[in-house]
């Protein structure tokens, strides 16, 4: 065991002091993750925009108007139900809103509920449009967000007098006093505008009374009472309901790059361990350390050590930082058998191209080339799911593809040891087998 | 010590080692001399257990050298050398003395004595890869004697270092000769062998031409002294005459006049070899 692990720590030691193996092993792996999270998410931080899916049951002229101020807004991105239902239709249409949410293709569905735009008609009168939100109840942040924006876009709808009663007010009064001093007017005509100016005067003193009511109300927890709020000047009510994703598919595009991030590290890990096995072989060193009485299994083995301490150390590294990034680590059971097994595996394929690649230059060629074929057919570069279908039967036979299913159940697909146990025992099978070639070449080569 | 009998090895259609036994007795230091490709670091992996023989066998202190029994007993420095550049003097000797079971303030110890044997106590924190190739050669030896094996393998250990650094390696050999070490010294260089060694094995395309101490080579297969000398009144003409006994051949030629220059030129392991194998080792 000293020798092991003497072995294993001069080679970390190695790695320690060599910039470029550091980089792709820890650097290289988080810059992928970050990049294609980036590019396939769009919801980095900074580039928030909101998908949402608008049902619009309503279908009157305010609630297509309503639609269409959401459509504009920038901060989001709208899906519409594909074939406007018409009235019972509207059930259907709330039916694909829930599912999209369910699905995670969007963030949260808004229902205009129907009556929305005679409530705003009546809206004086006590009428409340009546808008439901569905959304990921774990989704706190993206819901206040949303609440705040179809807040604005509501107010927006009723435009300034009405949105800042204050200054209504004045200009009502302005106008008023104009009206009354005005020598041009005719008395029947002053009466006329006196009596308009005068009503929407007390009209907006109520409002604002309202809105002071209403912003009491906001700060302390008591509801205003019914009376108290007189007139409601909250057109618009947006209720929420909670709709809970299930656990199929991953919560942000950072969910999907990371492990497969993780695969490119730990293939360039593999990689980087196979090169220096392979230097000592062409050095002397592995004619010392041949000679040494140690038996040659033990040198496999150290290397095999510290390969495996070194992809363990770049898993943790990366499943942090994508749990920094939002990602809910799914299972950690299945996590961690699963990670640890994909480790073993990749270093049974380094144990098998150090031994068997003559050169370094040999190894890194044919080793990328290998591993650039099966990572593109095992979807650590293009996801599985959109490659066509004959691609993804291949996809199946390669190592890298049970590393993804490992490692994806883990992260985000909530699976099971269980389920995942065919290619574990696929990848555990390969780990053996690499050891097991690598040990015998070596006494055969004795 | 250590006993070759008929070993064969070939790698492909190259035959490496053709049919070579030596016995290389405790305590002295027994010199491979060929030229490239003659056979030595083949040889040499076999005495080591590193390669298998083909045919014959190979014994150290009487084991098979492939057992752990025999390892502890050998130290190698390989011709390509066996160092980590990345790393430090120290790390590389405290890395392949805890590969030889060494450890706590014993592995400290000898790695100290084995800097110190070698003379780079002063550069020990310093990368391989800052070291002249002398030191890297001199390191290369510490790694090899760091267990304190009974025999020590050195395979080339002067390639590309200069004359001093030479020197600093030689001194290596005779501090373990003095302190009872075997040690199996492979060169291409005539004058190395001469020089360090007790007895030399004369290896041509895998096969051992001559053993013998190099006086006796010198003397068996050394052929004629060469006597070059001029006399006064003969213009600096410079006159060569060959004999196996120069001394006598002086006094005649101090007869014949009085004597401008002379210089005797005795055999040398060259010689031996042009003698052998009828060509240069240079060639
Ligand atoms: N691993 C090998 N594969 C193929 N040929 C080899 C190998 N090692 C040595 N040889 C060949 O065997 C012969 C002897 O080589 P070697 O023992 O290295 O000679 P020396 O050390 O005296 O220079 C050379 O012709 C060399 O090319
Ligand atoms: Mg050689």
Same mark, same amino acid.
């Given at each position: 065991m000293h020798q092991i692990w003497a072995l294993a720590r001069k080679d970390l030691l190695l790695l320690c002091r060599d910039k470029s193996g550091l980089f792709f092993t820890f650097v290289f792996p988080i810059g992928f993750a970050?990049?294609?999270?980036?590019?396939?998410?769009?919801?980095?931080?900074?580039?928030?925009? $909101?998908?949402?899916?608008?049902?619009?049951?309503?279908?009157?002229?305010?609630?297509?108007?309503?639609?269409?101020?959401?459509?504009?807004?920038?901060?989001?991105? $709208?899906? &519409?139900?594909?074939?406007?239902?018409?009235?019972?239709? /509207?059930?259907?249409?709330?039916?694909?809103?829930?599912?999209?949410?369910?699905?995670?293709?969007?963030?949260?569905?808004?229902?205009?509920?129907?009556?929305?735009?005679?409530?705003?008609?009546?809206?004086?009168?006590?009428?409340?449009?009546?808008?439901?939100?569905?959304?990921?109840?774990?989704?706190?942040?993206?819901?206040?967000?949303?609440?705040?924006?179809?807040?604005?876009?509501?107010?927006?709808?009723?435009?300034?007098?009405?949105?800042?009663?204050?200054?209504?007010?004045?200009?009502?009064?302005?106008?008023?006093?104009?009206?009354?001093?005005?020598?041009?007017?005719?008395?029947?005509?002053?009466?006329?505008?006196?009596?308009?100016?005068?009503?929407?005067?007390?009209?907006?003193?109520?409002?604002?009374?309202?809105?002071?009511?209403?912003?009491?109300?906001?700060?302390?927890?008591?509801?205003?009472?019914?009376?108290?709020?007189?007139?409601?000047?909250?057109?618009?009510?947006? &209720?929420?309901?909670?709709?809970?994703?299930?656990?199929?598919?991953?919560?942000?595009?950072?969910?999907?790059?990371f492990p497969q991030g993780l695969v490119w590290g730990v293939m360039g890990t593999a990689m980087g361990f196979a090169v220096s096995f392979i230097g000592e072989r062409?050095s002397?060193v592995f004619?010392?350390l041949a000679?040494a009485?140690m038996p040659p299994w033990r040198l496999i083995a150290g290397k095999a050590l510290a390969c495996m301490l070194t992809i363990v150390f770049a898993m943790c590294l990366m499943l942090s930082m994508s749990a920094?990034? /939002?990602?809910?680590l799914g299972n950690w059971p299945t996590l961690v058998v699963g990670g640890g097994v994909v480790a073993f595996a990749f270093v049974g394929i380094m144990a098998i191209i150090s031994v068997f690649a003559? @050169?370094e230059?040999?190894a890194t060629?044919l080793g990328w080339?290998v591993m650039m074929?099966l990572a593109? $057919?095992g979807g650590a570069?293009?996801?599985?799911?959109?490659?066509?279908?004959?691609?993804? @039967?291949?996809?199946? $036979?390669s190592p890298m593809a049970w590393a993804l299913a490992c490692l994806e159940g883990g992260v985000?697909? /909530?699976s &099971?040891i269980?389920?995942i146990a065919k290619p574990l025992v696929a990848l555990g099978t390969l780990g053996v087998l690499g050891l097991g070639v690598a040990v015998a070449w070596l006494r055969?080569?004795? | 010590?250590?006993?070759?009998?008929?070993?064969?090895?070939?790698?492909?259609?190259?035959?490496?080692?053709?049919?070579?036994?030596?016995?290389?007795?405790?305590?002295?230091?027994?010199?491979?001399?060929?030229?490239?490709?003659?056979?030595?670091?083949?040889?040499?992996?076999?005495?080591?257990?590193?390669?298998?023989?083909?045919?014959?066998?190979?014994?150290?202190?009487?084991?098979?050298?492939?057992?752990?029994?025999?390892?502890?007993?050998?130290?190698?420095?390989?011709?390509?050398?066996?160092?980590y550049?990345e790393l430090?003097?120290?790390e590389?000797?405290d890395f392949f003395?805890a590969i030889?079971n060494?450890h706590?303030?014993?592995?400290?110890?000898?790695?100290?004595?084995?800097?110190?044997?070698?003379?780079?106590?002063?550069?020990?924190?310093?990368?391989?890869?800052?070291?002249?190739?002398?030191?890297?050669?001199?390191?290369?030896?510490?790694?090899?004697?760091?267990?304190?094996?009974?025999?020590?393998?050195?395979?080339?250990?002067?390639?590309?270092?200069?004359?001093?650094?030479?020197?600093?390696?030689?001194?290596?050999?005779?501090?373990?000769?003095?302190?009872?070490?075997?040690?199996?010294?492979?060169?291409?260089?005539?004058?190395?062998?001469?020089?360090?060694?007790?007895?030399?094995?004369?290896?041509?395309?895998?096969?051992?031409?001559?053993?013998?101490?190099?006086?006796?080579?010198?003397?068996?297969?050394?052929?004629?002294?060469?006597?070059?000398?001029?006399?006064?009144?003969?213009?600096?003409?410079?006159?060569?005459?060959?004999?196996?006994?120069?001394?006598?051949?002086?006094?005649?030629?101090?007869?014949?006049?009085?004597?401008?220059?002379?210089?005797?030129?005795?055999?040398?392991?060259?010689?031996?070899?042009?003698?052998?194998?009828?060509?240069?080792?240079?060639?």
């Amino acid at each position: 065991m000293h020798q092991i692990w003497a072995l294993a720590r001069k080679d970390l030691l190695l790695l320690c002091r060599d910039k470029s193996g550091l980089f792709f092993t820890f650097v290289f792996p988080i810059g992928f993750a970050l990049f294609f999270g980036m590019i396939f998410g769009g919801s980095g931080p900074g580039s928030a925009r $909101i998908a949402i899916a608008v049902v619009d049951a309503d279908k009157s002229e305010q609630s297509g108007r309503f639609v269409q101020r959401l459509t504009d807004a920038e901060q989001l991105t $709208i899906h &519409t139900p594909p074939v406007p239902g018409e009235g019972g239709a /509207g059930v259907e249409a709330l039916e694909w809103a829930r599912k999209l949410v369910l699905s995670r293709a969007v963030v949260a569905y808004v229902y205009i509920q129907p009556g929305f735009g005679k409530a705003q008609e009546e809206m004086f009168f006590g009428g409340q449009g009546q808008v439901q939100v569905g959304a990921d109840p774990s989704k706190k942040a993206e819901r206040g967000m949303l609440e705040g924006i179809l807040q604005q876009h509501v107010y927006a709808g009723l435009g300034d007098a009405m949105a800042k009663p204050e200054q209504g007010r004045r200009k009502a009064q302005k106008a008023m006093e104009m009206a009354r001093q005005s020598k041009d007017l005719s008395p029947a005509d002053r009466l006329v505008f006196e009596t308009f100016f005068g009503a929407l005067d007390v009209f907006l003193a109520r409002a604002e009374r309202a809105g002071q009511v209403e912003k009491k109300a906001a700060e302390g927890d008591e509801k205003p009472s019914a009376s108290a709020r007189g007139f409601a000047f909250a057109p618009v009510a947006i &209720t929420f309901a909670d709709v809970q994703p299930s656990r199929t598919g991953p919560c942000n595009a950072f969910a999907v790059s990371f492990p497969q991030g993780l695969v490119w590290g730990v293939m360039g890990t593999a990689m980087g361990f196979a090169v220096s096995f392979i230097g000592e072989r062409r050095s002397g060193v592995f004619a010392r350390l041949a000679c040494a009485p140690m038996p040659p299994w033990r040198l496999i083995a150290g290397k095999a050590l510290a390969c495996m301490l070194t992809i363990v150390f770049a898993m943790c590294l990366m499943l942090s930082m994508s749990a920094a990034l /939002g990602v809910r680590l799914g299972n950690w059971p299945t996590l961690v058998v699963g990670g640890g097994v994909v480790a073993f595996a990749f270093v049974g394929i380094m144990a098998i191209i150090s031994v068997f690649a003559p @050169t370094e230059r040999a190894a890194t060629g044919l080793g990328w080339a290998v591993m650039m074929v099966l990572a593109f $057919i095992g979807g650590a570069a293009v996801p599985t799911f959109v490659m066509p279908g004959w691609m993804q @039967t291949i996809s199946n $036979i390669s190592p890298m593809a049970w590393a993804l299913a490992c490692l994806e159940g883990g992260v985000w697909r /909530g699976s &099971t040891i269980g389920e995942i146990a065919k290619p574990l025992v696929a990848l555990g099978t390969l780990g053996v087998l690499g050891l097991g070639v690598a040990v015998a070449w070596l006494r055969h080569v004795r | 010590m250590i006993r070759l009998e008929s070993i064969g090895k070939s790698f492909g259609r190259v035959r490496a080692v053709d049919g070579l036994s030596l016995h290389i007795n405790a305590g002295e230091v027994f010199g491979l001399l060929g030229p490239n490709g003659a056979g030595k670091t083949t040889t040499i992996s076999i005495a080591t257990g590193l390669l298998a023989p083909d045919e014959g066998t190979a014994r150290v202190h009487g084991h098979d050298p492939r057992l752990a029994g025999a390892r502890r007993a050998i130290g190698v420095a390989p011709q390509s050398l066996a160092l980590y550049d990345e790393l430090t003097g120290r790390e590389n000797l405290d890395f392949f003395a805890a590969i030889y079971n060494l450890h706590g303030s014993e592995r400290a110890e000898r790695v100290q004595e084995a800097l110190t044997l070698v003379t780079l106590v002063d550069r020990q924190h310093d990368r391989v890869q800052g070291y002249s190739g002398g030191m890297k050669r001199r390191l290369n030896l510490a790694a090899a004697v760091l267990h304190r094996p009974a025999v020590v393998f050195m395979d080339e250990p002067t390639a590309g270092v200069d004359p001093h650094a030479r020197h600093a390696i030689f001194e290596i050999v005779g501090t373990l000769k003095s302190r009872g070490c075997t040690v199996v010294y492979s060169t291409h260089y005539m004058e190395e062998a001469e020089r360090l060694c007790d007895r030399v094995a004369i290896i041509d395309a895998g096969k051992v031409l001559a053993i013998d101490t190099v006086a006796g080579l010198l003397g068996r297969y050394g052929g004629q002294s060469v006597l070059e000398f001029s006399r006064d009144g003969e213009g600096g003409r410079v006159e060569r005459v060959e004999s196996a006994d120069p001394i006598a051949a002086l006094t005649q030629a101090a007869a014949g006049g009085r004597l401008q220059s002379a210089r005797i030129h005795g055999p040398t392991l060259e010689s031996v070899f042009l003698t052998l194998t009828g060509r240069s080792p240079r060639d």
